[in-house]
């Protein structure tokens, strides 16, 4: 993935000077604030894991384009553990980091650490994942996560047939079967996916058009502890074994990211579906990764939601440029994201739909992944 590290550090530069309007920063006179020079500042980067590779690829992308600015950048992976991720950042703060971005294990876990960075004068962006219960967030930036779940709602009845892809009427009338599957309960995105998708799917539920077969409709029902494939897994093999006993099939999948779709995939290859008389069903997916891109050029699984995080490493460098100069990052939502305490400024980028006739112009064109990579499924 390193190949696709620099691939914005010209329009971070050129953005920079569009980042911020006038005011105080979080860092005010101290900390970040009174426009210190790149190469004096630390920022601190704090990221979840290294078991997905867009987390890899993310944490990589922040630090290269920090790194192209002139900051000195401290990224920590905290390998899925909460407490390690609460020590990597007491320690970021206690070796004098100016700035801090994090994206949160548990977006709820952090109060502690936020006081403390707030103690020093730190200023904190929250990375694609909102912190949740703290006042001490000062800038968010993601992708808009409502939006995600609607698309993937959408890309699940497109490929049932129930509409095409730009939005009109399909050929196919229904019912059909589906399972929902949600994210971790403990990461505040999962309940914006859901509920975009829900918004789409509700209506045609409670018409009948739609069938969850298990019963299970809620977020509590359907959600994966920490986004797991193999939670995925056997969650999807219960389903199959309780709900679809009697010789009914699953028509399509909701699934909020491709990790979690390829497990719900094996557990229907398993209980035979794939052949020419028993289709997969239709499975959504989230963040392109390369072995769900390459199931999806296979006919595999149908689609998923590609958020470029290229465009999201530079938004978080325009923020921290922002409070490293004393000013305020520039929001373009200031109303959605409430953690509970206050309305966290965001930023937010769109998303792209991609099934298999989008690869070549979306993710190949673009040179997020090559013609190459795609038909080996993993990454050079």
């Known amino acids: 993935m390193s190949k696709r590290l ?54 990589e992308n922040v630090q290269e384009q920090l790194e192209a600015e002139g900051y000195t950048v401290d990224l920590q992976y905290a390998g899925d553990d909460i407490p390690t991720q609460s020590q990597q950042i007491d320690q970021m703060i206690t ?44 800038f968010y930036v993601t992708f808009d996560n409502f939006e995600v779940g609607v698309a993937q709602a ?79 897994q056997r969650r999807m093999e219960d389903l199959l074994t309780s709900a679809y006993n009697d010789g009914s099939r699953v028509d399509g999948v909701l699934s909020p990211y491709d990790g979690i779709s390829r497990g719900i995939i094996t557990a229907l290859q398993n209980a035979g579906y794939g052949s020419a008389a028993n289709a997969i069903p239709v499975v959504t997916g989230q963040d392109a990764e390369i072995a769900s891109v390459k199931l999806i050029a296979d006919g595999v699984q149908s689609s998923t939601i590609f958020k470029d995080t290229r465009l999201l490493a530079e938004q978080a460098v325009v923020a921290a440029t922002a409070f490293a100069e004393g000013e305020e990052p520039e929001a373009n939502d200031t109303e959605t994201y409430d953690n509970g305490v206050k309305v966290v400024p965001s930023y937010l980028l769109p998303v792209e739909t991609v099934f298999a006739d989008d690869i070549q112009s979306v993710l190949i064109d673009s040179e997020y992944w090559t013609a190459e990579e795609v038909e080996a499924g993993q990454a050079d």
């Open 154 to 232: 959408n890309a699940l009845l497109t490929g049932l047939g129930l509409q095409t892809a730009d939005g009109q009427p399909g050929t196919a009338t229904g019912p059909f079967n589906i399972e929902l599957f949600a994210g971790s309960l403990d990461d505040n995105n999962a309940f914006f996916f859901f509920d975009g998708a829900m918004s789409v799917l509700q209506p045609l539920i409670d018409d009948g058009t739609l069938v969850v077969k298990s019963g299970q409709t809620s977020i509590e029902q359907a959600a994966i502890l920490r986004w797991q494939q193999e939670t995925a």
């Open 6 to 59: 620099g691939f914005t550090a010209v329009s971070a530069t050129l953005a920079l000077t569009l980042a911020a309007c006038g005011g105080e920063g979080a860092g005010g006179s101290g900390g970040a604030g009174g426009g210190a020079e790149a190469e004096e500042l630390t920022i601190g980067v704090s990221m979840p894991t290294q078991t997905s590779e867009r987390w890899i690829a993310d944490g």
């Open 95 to 138: 070796e004098g980091a100016d700035i801090l971005i994090i994206a949160a294990i548990d977006g709820t876990a952090l109060a502690g650490q936020l006081e403390n960075a707030a103690a020093n004068d730190i200023p904190v962006i929250a990375y694609d994942r909102l912190i949740r219960d703290s006042e001490n967030v000062d």
